[in-house]
């Protein structure tokens, strides 16, 4: 697929150094798991049977004991010889099966290890747990003693208003719906109870500052008249108590619903999120004027990111990114060494490049929906019939289709992705996190059956497309040990020569375990291009990408390509009371060009 090209090296140098974010603090590589860490084997072309790739791995077995087996309702199996395969490697015993596109490759060993629990969360460090525990205790400490020093008395009336009723009411409210009224086991798990009563707690302390300094000097401004603007925040402060609850019945709501209360919650609970940097300069700042704008800026900000949550374009206004995915030469092989995951620009093949790539082939990629207050059915079935539309060669789902409200009607996702049927053989999906939550699994694997979707865990498809066939490899979501995961993956389905190679892997974070002279363009959601960022600017900063995730946009490892899509929906605390702020729902046509 990749040749070294000495004269096509990357031109990087429009990219800053403040991109290219190292992996390695997330979570480190064990040198001891495998052999193909960048210290023992240089970058070489990916070759069956080269001999990076030894015995124990699996990776130099001759070519013919990787068979290939059809797919139920597939009579096709007449590829191409090109890429050295014989078409007697090709099973196909069903001759009246209807055309799907692909063929199921056959692993070369079966050594790839079960996890028996799974967890929703991300992988995050235990020293990153530590300061992230000690940030949330010194937070709210801080904004109040300044407080309560610089203004004395300021807190009084919204402590009276808005948070004794909210710990003593509201959040007992809140753990009797989630431990004795919610419809699902796995919602009335003490979990889930603590971590939702616990959070809104925890937000209720910041709205009785943010009352504070709205009504404060509101109070002044107006001669007393504070009843219309104190009803505006408690109107909104309702409205999250009451979409915290409701949330525990895992339901689709009524447009109604959404206007009235779903919106406001997330908008609210946004701006909340928003205004904790306010709390520490506002008291110091003598002119009422002054500390209303400053108050209301994050109202704003959530107000823009609330239409950045749900906006869905026309086709006509798809972004249409083009993605060139060059190998290495052999002056850049010793970047290999460093095992850095780097951000590279998108674009075409340069002018004397265009005879080594390929014609690109056209993707779109659906992920992160999250079908729930803010991703209703129709919203998802309309991004789908866009896609439709645009007809493209491939459409990848990369995972996390669902909130805690998808379950209410049963046959919410079914409608949802019911105009993909129409691209059966065309469309591919993994798994994320939240599509393991209690019952996602078995919604998801029906829904994706009923149009004609081939899921791929941990398993491998060679696909027939318009510039020929394409490897598609699907990996599992995995909370722990993603090293060893990605190893075992990667060893039972060796690369194939002369063939693209396309991966489906929900998590970016374990982009930088997949060996490096693998030759993979792997798509990736999760990270919902940061949730908040300055994206929309131009800017690459974001939440996430302080983490040193890549959190949106085309990362490269190696001769291993990584695009992180921003996704279409987001989710947090069990709905999408966060929402995007500076970073808005991707919808984009992929034009990816691999090299001849």
Known sequence: MIKNRKEKKTNNSNISNSNNMSLMKEEPWNPEIGEMTPEMKPAKPVVLNSPIYNAKKDYNKPLIHQTYESFPNNNNSSFSSTSGLNSNNYSNDNSSNNNKGYQFVQPTSTNIESEIEKSLTHPVKRGALIVMILVAILLP???????????????????????????????????????????????????????????????????????????????????????????????LHLCVFIQYTLLS??????????????????????????????????????????????????VALAGIGLYQTTRTLEPNKWTVKELTLRSMDEEEDQLIMKRKVKRVACGPPKDHEITDFKQPISIIQIADPHLGPMMSVDRLRSICENTVKLNPDLVLLTGDFFTVESFNPIDAIDRALEPLKELSGKTFACLGNHDYEEGCVELLEKALERIGCCLLVDKCVMAETRIGKVQILGFDYRH???????????????????????????????????????????????????????????????????????????????????????????????GTMVLRVGVPTEDSLLQVYFEN
């Open 480 to 574: 722990k040990a993603r090293q060893e995961h990605i190893t075992q993956v990667c060893a039972a389905y060796p690369p194939i020569p002369n063939v693209p190679r396309i991966g489906l892997l929900h998590d970016p974070g374990a982009f930088k375990f997949i060996p490096v002279d693998y030759q993979l363009a792997v798509f990736s959601g999760h990270t919902h291009g940061g949730q908040i960022g300055l994206n929309c600017l131009g800017i690459n900063a974001s939440i996430v990408g302080i983490t040193g995730m890549p959190d949106h946009s085309l990362w490269q490892n190696g001769n291993n390509y990584l695009y992180v899509h921003s996704g279409q929906g987001c989710r947090s605390m069990m």
């Open 249 to 298: 019945k895992c339901k689709l709501r009524p447009k109604l619903y959404l206007y009235l209360v779903s919106y406001p919650a997330s908008t609210f609970f946004t701006a909340i999120i928003l205004s904790l940097p306010i709390y520490f300069f506002t008291p110091f700042v003598e002119s009422p004027l002054a500390q209303l704008v400053i108050a209301l800026f994050p």
């Open 141 to 235: 400490t801080g904004a109040y003693l300044i407080g309560a020093n610089v203004r004395p008395h300021s807190l009084d009336l919204p402590s009276y208003v808005f948070l004794l009723p909210s710990i003593f009411i509201f959040a007992p409210i809140i753990a009797f719906f989630y431990k004795k009224k919610a419809e699902r086991p796995q919602i009335r798990s003490t979990g889930v109870t603590m971590l939702m009563t616990g959070s809104f707690i925890y937000y209720s302390l910041f709205v009785n500052l943010f009352a504070s300094t709205i009504l404060v000097p509101y109070f002044k401004a107006s001669g007393g008249r504070i009843w219309f603007v104190s009803f505006i925040i408690y109107y």
